[in-house]
Structures are given as structure tokens and as C-alpha cells.
């Protein structure tokens, strides 16, 4: 079993920055892909980044945000730039253990997730 906890999140003026962590627990095999969704309310849950352990592949729903993974901590962050009103949701870590791109929400494991909230 595999326990994400996302921290991070909070309250930031459109144009800024945030940077949201998420520390993975149990064996570093079911972290293969680590990921970043959000939601928002009314909204369906979308991918943000992506990548895989070998940085085989990556996937960013904007070049705002970018991904990078600590192995040796069982760790993936997520750098928010230039933040917009737009970017307000929860945002949940998530893991995979199979190799692959994977771009939809059938990660095996989740976050509770944290808030981002944008101010205009």
C-alpha cells in the first residue's frame, strides 16, 4: 500500500508562485509514475504533470507548472508559476506502479489533496 501526503497548497495572488509537494510511503515500486491532478469545483478531475521514475516521458498541462521527482525520497514537487485565477482547485498527488504514459485519472493511488486558491 502506498500513502501520498500533499503539502503546499495555500492562498496566492494571480501572477505568483507556488510549489506543492507530495511524500510518498511504502516500496518505491508502486511510485513508478508520479503525478499532479486538480480539480476544480463543477469540474472534472484533470491531469497537471506527470513523469515516470526514469524520466522516460513527462506531461504538463501548461509550461507554467513543472515536475520533479526526488527517487531517493519517494518524492514528487510541482513548481506553479505565474499563477492564474484560473489555477484555483485541489490538487492531488497521485502514483502508478505500471510502467507506461499515463495521461487519465486510473492511477492506482491518491492524495487527500491540497487547496490552491489564486486571487485576482
Known amino acids: 500500500q502506498v500513502l501520498l501526503v500533499e503539502s503546499g497548497g495555500g492562498l496566492v495572488q494571480a501572477g505568483g508562485s507556488l510549489n506543492l509537494s507530495c511524500i510518498a510511503s511504502g516500496h518505491s515500486d508502486h511510485t513508478f509514475i508520479m503525478g499532479w491532478f486538480r480539480q476544480a469545483p463543477g469540474k472534472e478531475r484533470e491531469l497537471v504533470a506527470a513523469?515516470?521514475?526514469?524520466?522516460s516521458w513527462q506531461f504538463y498541462v501548461t509550461d507554467r507548472f513543472s515536475i520533479s521527482r526526488d527517487n531517493v525520497k519517494n518524492a514528487v514537487f510541482l513548481e506553479m508559476n505565474n499563477l492564474k485565477v484560473e489555477d484555483t482547485a485541489e490538487y492531488y498527488c497521485?502514483?502508478?506502479?505500471?510502467?507506461?504514459?499515463?495521461?487519465?485519472?486510473?492511477?492506482?493511488?491518491w492524495g487527500q489533496g491540497t487547496q490552491v486558491i489564486v486571487s485576482s
Open positions: 497521485a502514483a502508478d506502479s505500471r510502467k507506461g504514459i499515463r495521461t487519465d485519472t486510473s492511477y492506482e493511488y
Open positions: 513523469m515516470d521514475r526514469v524520466n
